[in-house]
């Protein structure tokens, strides 16, 4: 989904199965790091809901987008993607 995602930012469109390889990539190589890793690609994906925020002017309320990531990450790109 995160993939695809970025892909529509990007293009328009989701494209493929993963979209944008490299960001798919880069969120599944970083969600696999022992401990840290779900909050490193949290973190990492928040970088897109901030783009969409600002695109669309929506405020950061009532969590910064980091925060939605990490604690709501399933939920906050099925939004995102919606969007």
Known sequence: AYGQLVN???TG???DFCGD???????LGLS???Y???LVAA????Q???EI?????LPETPCNDVCVHVCCLPWALFQETKE
């Open 21 to 27: 390889t490299g960001a798919c990539a880069s969120f």
């Open 53 to 57: 925020r600002t695109a669309y002017r």
């Open 43 to 46: 973190a990492y994906s928040a």
């Open 32 to 34: 696999f790091i022992p």
């Open 48 to 50: 897109t809901r901030t």
């Open 13 to 15: 469109y989701p494209g």
């Open 36 to 38: 840290v890793g779900g």
């Open 8 to 10: 529509r930012i990007k």
